[in-house]
């Protein structure tokens, strides 16, 4: 069934006895009014010509308004038919009154991070959040449309994020990258059309560039394990990293979250945090060694194995995510104090913990081993990886050319 809209003078007077002019809108027999915001006594209301009369004196105003207001609506009408196959005059109504088009960046933006807050999701809602806010800062304008995010803007927001904040490439393609999902949000929404989305081939393009990954080598572990002039938290720190190291550079996340409940029959078992996969290792002795220092700060069976998430309060995952977070920020600020101890120049950090691994293992474990120890979900991913750690066969081939 079709849907008509029209100009109306609805019978439904205020205290003053006069009527309101309307679009009346209407599909499958289930009618739906829009008021433009004047009302007229009924002797002005011309029932055949649907216009007010010229006797009324702003006769010629408020037909230009309807005539306006009708056009509108069946410009709407048009365009929520091409994106969708069915619309209700209720729909139509909310469109014209509170038009897609007009919802601005921010608004989308803000939805999408009360969203990742209602989720839990606070680690990426600390993150998304920043960048959100660097794109509102540089664009400086609360009201601006996904139909003004173009290619000129964003390279002139990557350029913005190079020099006046200094950012790495791949934390400019990391804010691009977030814009990129909002723009996707608004285009499923219908508040943009996909003919202006400026991503993709021969428009703006994310990929990531190469990092270099530096790990230590075994002297430099050693030199780690062989300290002993530590203070209580440079001691935790290395505790901690080492934790990490000898399990193939376990997330720092995961090794704060370990509990004494996740240890049994000489093996860890956890659920990873970045992919909630369930994962099972046994306990390499030098382990055990650093889990007898700490049992004697045990109190039940489901505390934390390390300090820094003693006090956090399960039920609030706001104070979780936040002792979390600066127990990271904690242990490598300790961090830096060992390496200067150790002799070591390298920046010692939680992350360097698993390429040190990578670093050491190099081509002496199978690739599909690694990729379990790693726990990645492609071995595409352990082969890119381990790449930057095996340089065996190219060193030999060097050598077999220059050595003459």
Same mark, same amino acid.
């Given at each position: 069934m079709g849907s008509s809209i029209k100009i109306t003078l609805r019978k439904k007077a205020n205290k003053q006895g006069h009527f309101p002019l309307a679009v009346r809108i209407t599909k499958d027999r289930k009618t739906n009014y829009l008021y433009i915001g004047h009302y007229i006594d009924a002797k002005y209301w011309d029932k055949e010509k649907l216009e007010v009369r010229k006797s009324h004196p702003n006769?010629?105003?408020?037909?230009?308004?309807? $005539?306006?207001?009708?056009?509108?609506?069946?410009?709407?009408?048009?365009?929520?038919?091409t994106r969708k196959n069915d619309i209700s005059?209720?729909?139509?109504?909310?469109?014209?009154?509170?038009?897609?088009?007009?919802?601005?960046?921010?608004?989308?933006?803000?939805?999408?991070?009360?969203?990742?807050?209602k989720t839990n999701k606070l680690q990426r809602l600390s993150s998304d959040k920043a960048r959100i806010g660097h794109f509102i800062r540089f664009v400086n304008n609360e009201e601006l449309s996904f139909q003004e /995010?173009?290619?000129?803007?964003?390279?002139?927001?990557?350029?913005?994020?190079k020099s006046t904040?200094?950012?790495?490439?791949?934390? $400019?393609?990391?804010?691009? /990258?977030?814009?990129?999902?909002?723009?996707?949000?608004? /285009?499923?929404?219908? /508040?943009?059309?996909?003919k202006q989305y400026p991503f993709g081939a021969h428009k703006i393009s994310l990929k990531f560039p190469e990092t270099k990954k530096v790990g230590l080598n075994i002297e430099e572990i050693q030199s780690i394990e062989a300290l002993d002039d530590l203070s209580k938290q440079e001691f935790n720190a290395r505790s901690i990293w080492l934790f990490s190291f000898y399990l193939a550079g376990m997330r720092v996340g995961d090794v704060l979250q370990i509990k004494w409940n996740n240890i049994y029959d000489g093996r860890l078992h956890y659920r990873m945090g970045k992919n909630n996969k369930l994962l099972s290792f046994k306990l390499p002795d030098k382990i055990n060694g650093i889990l007898k220092v700490y049992e004697k700060d045990k109190r039940f069976d489901d505390d934390f194995v390390f300090p820094e998430m003693k006090t956090a309060n399960l039920k609030n995952p706001k104070d979780y995510f936040k002792k979390l977070k600066n127990g990271n920020r904690k242990v490598n600020k300790y961090?830096?104090?060992?390496?200067?101890k150790a002799g070591i120049t390298k920046k010692l950090t939680m992350h360097i913990a698993r390429h040190s691994f990578g670093n050491i293992a190099g081509d002496k474990i199978p690739i599909q081993m690694l990729q379990k120890l790693y726990r990645h979900s492609s071995v595409t991913t352990t082969i890119n990886y381990q790449a930057n750690f095996m340089h065996r066969d190219t060193d030999n081939a060097l050598e077999k050319v220059i050595n003459f």
């Open positions: 006769s010629q105003r408020l037909n230009n308004l309807l $005539v306006q207001k009708l056009a509108e609506a069946n410009q709407t009408r048009i365009d929520l038919q005059s209720k729909q139509i109504k909310k469109e014209i009154a509170n038009p897609l088009s007009k919802t601005s960046f921010k608004e989308i933006a803000d939805q999408y991070l009360e969203g990742l807050e /995010i173009d290619e000129t803007l964003l390279r002139r927001f990557s350029l913005y994020l904040r200094n950012l790495s490439q791949r934390s $400019v393609v990391n804010n691009l /990258i977030v814009l990129r999902t909002l723009f996707n949000k608004a /285009i499923r929404l219908g /508040i943009v059309d996909q961090l830096g104090k060992i390496a200067e």
